[in-house]
């Protein structure tokens, strides 16, 4: 398991400086881990955060947005008529609910359709194991840079350290 | 009746308005007609243009705000644009960006798809906005209060919030001609440094 300082650590130093999100419990020790470092920025709804993180972009930052993956449909929208034709390149970290079948009701739809979403959508996504780490988020920071677009980073349940181990 | 009555001004009389008193603030201007009208009236590269995206230009602001601190940062909204994206008056309300001055042109209608009416005639906005913590809050009808009240908020802490009430009347005013990702670099050049 991957400790949530070192997951941040890693991402700030290839130059990620702008966080918010909505919370996840996948996600809770990374955004506490923010929240120490005080870079994080709350925001109440995911396509908000992606256009909180459209801004922090143009105003010179390297932005990821953080959230479960229900919140991908809410800020598809944003995503697709905002960052996919503007050229905004942005991180999204996002957990995948409902994986594999094992979840509350909500979660199954998305949890089996999120890849398929993805490649429909033409959103690069790579799903983070302990193993690739290193090489998983160079990847995605490299992409997003490159191609200016967002890219996901699937995060699945035990990979980062959650606020209760 | 629509819009509220004593409403004198068009938004494009009030969006000019505003204008004469920018110079080079960062503006973010909502989709529809609002970014078009801008984009007909002056062309500026600290502008920049939704297409898409209905209920963001606040947030997108927001994030030029927290990213350059040292700029006062605008956005240029329509009461159908705020309640979609109302959440981020609490977010703004939260935060307390002091750089962050919020401009709501309300004609009450939905105007770029035909005048469909929105709820802005019984919701008041600007109510919303100084319950959620926004420091200065005004709410204007005619065009000397507007200059008068904007003129103060450009020189106060805010976050900030003007409200000016507008009548249906759109400027022939046609699509913005400069591509999207075109619009993005043009801004991020302009408001550098």
Same mark, same amino acid.
């Given at each position: ?18 966080? #918010?999100? !909505? ?17 994080? !920025?709350? /925001?109440?709804?995911?396509?908000? /955060?992606?256009?909180?993180? /459209? ?73 983070? #194991? ?9 990847? !995605? ?10 890219? !996901? ?13 | ?9 068009? &938004? ?29 009236? *002056? ?26 601190? $040292? ?22 309300? *939260?935060?307390?960006? +002091? ?36 420091? $200065? ?27 000016? +009430?507008? $009548?249906?009347?759109?400027?022939? *005013?046609? &699509? ?8 993005? &670099? ?8």
């Amino acid at each position: 398991m991957i400790d949530s300082d070192v997951f941040v650590q890693a991402l700030q130093d290839l130059g990620v400086n702008f966080f #918010t999100g !909505v919370p996840d419990s996948i996600l809770g020790g990374i955004i506490a881990e923010l929240m120490i470092r005080r870079v994080y !920025v709350p /925001a109440v709804r995911e396509d908000e /955060a992606v256009g909180i993180a /459209a801004g922090a972009y143009m105003g010179g930052r390297v932005p990821a947005v953080l959230m479960q993956n229900s919140g991908l449909g809410t800020c598809l929208n944003t995503l697709m008529s905002l960052n996919l034709i503007y050229r905004q390149p942005c991180l999204l970290i996002v957990s995948w609910r409902g994986q594999g079948g094992n979840d509350a009701p909500e979660h199954l739809v998305m949890g089996e359709v999120m890849p398929q979403l993805l490649e429909t959508v033409r959103i690069p996504h790579r799903t983070l #194991t302990e193993k690739t780490f290193a090489e998983d988020l160079r990847w !995605v920071v490299e992409t997003l840079m490159k191609r200016q677009i967002p890219v !996901v980073l699937i995060l699945t349940k035990g990979v980062v350290k959650g606020l209760h181990p | 009746m629509r819009p509220e009555e004593g409403t004198l001004i068009s &938004r494009a009389q009030a969006i000019a308005t505003v204008l004469e008193l920018l110079t080079d603030q960062p503006v973010v201007i909502c989709n529809g007609f609002p970014s078009r009208e801008v984009h007909k009236m *002056a062309d500026r590269p600290t502008h920049f243009y939704m297409i898409g995206s209905m209920g963001n230009a606040a947030a997108i602001a927001l994030g030029v705000a927290l990213a350059k601190p $040292n700029k006062q940062v605008v956005t240029f909204d329509g009461d159908g644009n705020v309640l979609m994206g109302m959440g981020t008056f609490a977010t703004v309300g *939260a935060l307390r960006p +002091k750089n962050f001055i919020h401009v709501v042109f309300d004609n009450e209608v939905y105007g770029t798809t035909g005048n469909q009416p929105t709820i802005s005639n019984v919701v008041q906005l600007d109510k919303v906005a100084k319950s959620a913590g926004y420091v $200065n809050v005004e709410r204007v009808l005619d065009r000397d209060d507007l200059v008068y009240e904007f003129k103060d908020m450009l020189k106060k802490d805010g976050p900030s919030l003007l409200l000016i +009430k507008v $009548n249906e009347f759109v400027e022939d *005013a046609g &699509r913005v001609v400069h591509d999207p990702s075109v619009i993005t &670099r043009r801004f991020m050049k302009a408001i550098e440094g």
